[in-house]
């Protein structure tokens, strides 16, 4: 179990802090930061650093961020490779990372905001959210 307390090497602030914060800032929702900022802000490692991107990524979900696949237009689309609900969608984006045998680089795992996806594919993805309890 990680330390939420533990303080970042880069720049002092907490663990839990950098968590809460995955996501809701324009600059830092992209899964990709995750691994590094685990590893090299807070030396986690294995099960350690598993458990930070997995925390993360639910952060990311909590602040709003979709998971994204393709961009045919202007617009992302929501996938659903990932699941639905916030811990299959940790789970399953922690292992498409681990499977991946590197950190994701752009592009890979994706993220996005209301603003950015289709209005039409943002409503299927709140309304099968909801249905699933969220």
């Known amino acids: 179990m990680i330390d939420e307390e533990?303080?970042?090497l880069?720049?002092?602030n907490s663990m839990g802090a950098v968590i809460r914060q995955s996501g809701s800032d324009?600059?830092?929702f992209e899964t990709f930061h995750y691994p590094s900022r685990g590893r090299n802000g807070f030396a986690l490692i294995g099960a350690d650093l598993?458990?930070?991107?997995?925390?993360?990524?639910?952060a990311?979900?909590?602040?709003?961020c979709v998971?994204?696949?393709?961009?045919?237009?202007?617009?992302?689309?929501?996938?659903?490779a990932?699941?639905?609900?916030?811990d299959e969608i940790a789970r399953n984006m922690v292992a498409a990372w681990r499977a991946l045998g590197r950190d994701p680089e752009f592009g890979e795992l994706m993220f996005s905001w209301e603003d950015w996806i289709d209005?039409?594919?943002y409503d299927e993805w709140q309304a099968r959210r909801a249905a699933a309890g969220h």
């Open 60 to 64: 990311a979900l909590a602040n709003g």
């Open 50 to 58: 598993n458990e930070y991107v997995s925390r993360c990524i639910k």
């Open 6 to 8: 533990l303080k970042s």
């Open 67 to 80: 998971p994204v696949g393709e961009r045919p237009g202007e617009d992302w689309l929501p996938t659903y």
């Open 82 to 86: 990932y699941g639905i609900t916030d």
């Open 10 to 12: 880069d720049n002092g």
């Open 26 to 28: 324009p600059d830092d």
């Open 119 to 121: 209005p039409d594919a």
